[in-house]
């Protein structure tokens, strides 16, 4: 079981910079961390994952723009997001998967999205970018 709470979201100006937290439990068990979003009336999609070994991928909407970090002991994943656009407004959502499968191919997993009785989601924060 993995608990996971973000915070840290919030109204920015369009080209401004926010920084999401999340707090994770369990991140022993857990092989793969990353971002996700969803933007009302859209699909959630993957924004950024980390794996264990500190590998990590990027959705080309995102990329050179925001990065995805945690601390020393794994226990909070961040995700840095500079140059802010009005199409960043979504709620965004942290989440960790246990499954030694979602290292295979990390693009892969952040691409999916997956559902699974292993793969976890915290409730999420709202960021609002102004244009």
């Known amino acids: 079981q993995v608990q996971l709470m973000e915070s840290g979201g919030g109204s920015e100006q369009s080209g401004g910079s926010l920084r999401l937290s999340c707090s994770i439990s369990?991140?022993?068990?857990?092989?793969?961390m990353g971002w996700f979003r969803q933007a009302p009336g859209k699909e959630r999609e993957g924004v950024a994952a980390?794996?264990?070994?500190?590998?990590?991928v990027y959705a080309d909407s995102v990329k050179d723009r925001f990065t995805i970090s945690q601390d020393n002991d794994r226990n909070t994943l961040y995700l840095q997001m500079n140059s802010l656009k009005s199409e960043d407004t979504a709620m965004y959502y942290c989440?960790?998967?246990?499954?030694?499968?979602?290292?295979?191919?990390?693009?892969?997993?952040?691409?999916?999205?997956?559902?699974?009785?292993?793969?976890?989601y915290g409730q999420g924060t709202q960021v609002t970018v102004a244009s």
């Open positions: 989440a960790a998967d246990l499954r030694r499968v979602c290292a295979v191919k990390l693009i892969r997993w952040l691409q999916l999205h997956p559902v699974t009785p292993h793969t976890y």
């Open positions: 369990n991140t022993y068990s857990s092989v793969c």
């Open positions: 980390i794996k264990r070994d500190g590998t990590t």
